[in-house]
């Protein structure tokens, strides 16, 4: 497979286009339950790096060697990532700043 | 700095193919945005025959909700909301019953209590094409469009960083037209570009709550969307128990809710629109909208605003 066909590999489109959003989204979501912030805190941060990660990865993926790879990019922070989500109940939240207010 | 030929060509690639297929609906939106920059302006302009001082009619909200009653049926539990035009002696009125799932709205004239004859929907309508809110699932649609936004800016700083000082200023108009349209896309991309990240991070945040909210719910919060949506958008109103609902028989009137309204937010606010919902029920509450007084008279809202289903009041206070 010449280098330009591996450039252009679809399975490469597909991961930026499906793979990215999910990938993005999985962080978002794990930075607002990891983060030892008050909850409406770690929302805020969880909810805005969805879009730049997004973007990133939208960018970034694309210079993967092949679509394997950029596949294999994706999973390797999302499967960690939807492992915590799953494994960690929303039980013990911590409270938000407005409820820890005097 | 400078990338590598590899990462030139694909980043190019990328730029080039996510501009082709994105660039239409990014242009309605900015195109329609230019005239939702003007919609308050817009909305008085369409309507003249409408036009009266608003000194000549009452500025009572418990005349104005009777005034529009008289047209429309505001059924139990039903949500409505009442919005006078900012500079003319008529109101708006909305109601929406959730029971049928069907909605009425009628512009009355304050002066004779009588019901205006349809007036014009150009401003609302060019307003809704800016996110796209006739088309199903629209806003979230223009929040994907907002991402591909940001796609174009990071891709296009990263091809033309290695020219980005040589090239800043650079627009040759005497070359071919291949030349000159590179140079002008190159200089108004560079110049621009705080613009548009600005557009692009407002369009993603907005256009994308109807997608993170659920999706966030979903993972971190039990479902709970209702938390979530007031995490995003701020807290919601702080209603009471129930108990006092109950006890309460009688509605106060609109007048002495917005005043109430007025004292629990202090500051020089002008009361714009009057939201209510479960009209009727031992839950019923109204919501007062206001922005900050301002020292010109250019009106702010028009009198066929609506609340949407993401939008959020500039203040909000509760009254029972």
Same mark, same amino acid.
């Given at each position: 497979?010449? $280098?330009?066909? $591996? *450039?252009?590999?679809?399975?490469?489109?597909?991961? !930026?286009?499906? !793979?990215?959003?999910?990938?993005?989204?999985?962080?978002? /979501?794990?930075?607002?339950?990891?983060?030892?912030?008050?909850?409406?805190?770690?929302? /805020?941060?969880?909810?805005?790096?969805?879009?730049?990660?997004?973007?990133?990865?939208?960018?970034?993926?694309?210079?993967?060697? *092949?679509?394997?790879?950029?596949?294999?990019?994706?999973?390797?922070?999302?499967?960690?990532?939807?492992?915590?989500?799953?494994?960690? *109940?929303? *039980?013990?939240?911590?409270?938000?700043?407005?409820?820890?207010?005097? | 700095?400078?990338? %590598?030929?590899?990462?030139?060509?694909?980043?190019?690639?990328?730029?080039?193919?996510?501009?082709?297929?994105l660039?239409f609906g990014l242009f309605i939106i =900015?195109y329609f945005?230019?005239?939702?920059? =003007?919609?308050?302006?817009?909305?008085?302009?369409?309507?003249? @025959?409408?036009?009266?001082?608003?000194?000549?009619?009452?500025? %009572?909200?418990?005349?104005?909700?009777?005034?529009?009653?008289?047209?429309?049926?505001?059924?139990?539990?039903?949500? =409505?909301?009442?919005? #006078?035009?900012?500079?003319?002696?008529?109101?708006?009125?909305?109601?929406?019953?959730?029971?049928?799932?069907?909605?009425?709205?009628?512009?009355?004239?304050?002066?004779?209590?009588?019901?205006?004859?349809? @007036?014009?929907?150009?401003?609302s309508e060019l307003y809704d094409m800016h996110f796209f809110y006739r088309v199903p699932h629209g806003l979230e649609l223009s929040g994907v469009l907002a991402?591909?936004?940001?796609?174009?800016?990071?891709?296009?700083?990263?091809?033309?960083?290695?020219?980005?000082?040589?090239?800043?200023?650079?627009?040759?108009?005497?070359?071919?037209?291949?030349?000159?349209?590179?140079?002008?896309?190159?200089?108004?991309?560079?110049?621009?570009?705080?613009?548009?990240?600005?557009?692009?991070? %407002?369009g993603?945040?907005l256009g994308?709550?109807p997608l993170?909210?659920?999706?966030? +719910? &979903?993972?971190?919060?039990?479902?709970?969307?209702?938390?979530?949506?007031?995490?995003?958008?701020?807290?919601?109103?702080?209603?009471?128990?129930?108990? #006092?609902?109950?006890?309460? @028989? +009688?509605?106060?009137?609109?007048?002495?809710?917005?005043?109430?309204?007025?004292?629990?937010?202090?500051? #020089?606010?002008?009361?714009?629109?009057?939201? &209510?919902?479960?009209?009727?029920?031992?839950?019923?509450?109204?919501?007062?909208?206001?922005?900050?007084?301002?020292? %010109?008279?250019?009106? @702010?809202?028009?009198?066929?605003?609506?609340?949407r289903r993401t939008?959020?009041? #500039?203040?909000?206070?509760?009254?029972?």
């Amino acid at each position: 497979v010449s $280098r330009t066909r $591996r *450039d252009h590999d679809v399975a490469k489109t597909w991961a !930026a286009l499906v !793979a990215a959003p999910v990938t993005a989204y999985l962080i978002g /979501a794990t930075l607002s339950r990891l983060l030892p912030l008050q909850e409406d805190a770690a929302f /805020a941060w969880g909810v805005h790096v969805i879009a730049p990660i997004w973007v990133c990865l939208v960018v970034l993926l694309p210079l993967a060697r *092949d679509g394997r790879r950029a596949w294999a990019y994706c999973l390797l922070i999302a499967l960690p990532a939807a492992a915590f989500l799953a494994l960690h *109940d929303a *039980d013990g939240r911590r409270p938000t700043s407005m409820e820890t207010a005097p | 700095v400078k990338p %590598s030929a590899r990462t030139f060509r694909i980043q190019w690639d990328v730029h080039a193919w996510v501009g082709v297929v994105l660039s239409f609906g990014l242009f309605i939106i =900015f195109y329609f945005g230019t005239f939702t920059l =003007f919609r308050a302006e817009l909305s008085v302009w369409q309507s003249p @025959q409408f036009d009266a001082p608003r000194s000549a009619c009452s500025e %009572s909200w418990e005349s104005r909700f009777e005034a529009v009653a008289r047209h429309i049926e505001f059924p139990t539990g039903a949500r =409505f909301l009442l919005a #006078p035009a900012p500079n003319a002696c008529r109101v708006r009125g909305w109601v929406y019953d959730a029971a049928r799932g069907s909605d009425a709205d009628v512009v009355v004239d304050m002066r004779t209590s009588e019901r205006l004859s349809e @007036q014009s929907r150009l401003a609302s309508e060019l307003y809704d094409m800016h996110f796209f809110y006739r088309v199903p699932h629209g806003l979230e649609l223009s929040g994907v469009l907002a991402l591909g936004l940001f796609v174009l800016l990071v891709t296009g700083f990263v091809i033309h960083i290695k020219n980005l000082w040589r090239q800043r200023w650079q627009f040759r108009p005497t070359l071919r037209w291949r030349f000159a349209a590179s140079d002008a896309h190159k200089i108004l991309g560079v110049f621009g570009a705080p613009l548009a990240i600005t557009f692009a991070w %407002s369009g993603c945040i907005l256009g994308l709550a109807p997608l993170l909210i659920p999706a966030m +719910a &979903g993972a971190v919060y039990d479902g709970n969307e209702a938390k979530v949506s007031s995490l995003y958008y701020g807290p919601e109103l702080e209603r009471e128990a129930d108990e #006092p609902y109950a006890a309460r @028989q +009688a509605r106060l009137p609109f007048d002495v809710l917005v005043e109430k309204a007025r004292l629990a937010s202090p500051g #020089p606010h002008a009361v714009e629109v009057v939201e &209510g919902d479960e009209l009727g029920t031992k839950a019923a509450y109204v919501r007062v909208w206001t922005r900050t007084a301002r020292s %010109s008279s250019t009106p @702010q809202r028009d009198a066929s605003w609506r609340p949407r289903r993401t939008s959020r009041p #500039p203040h909000h206070v509760l009254t029972e």
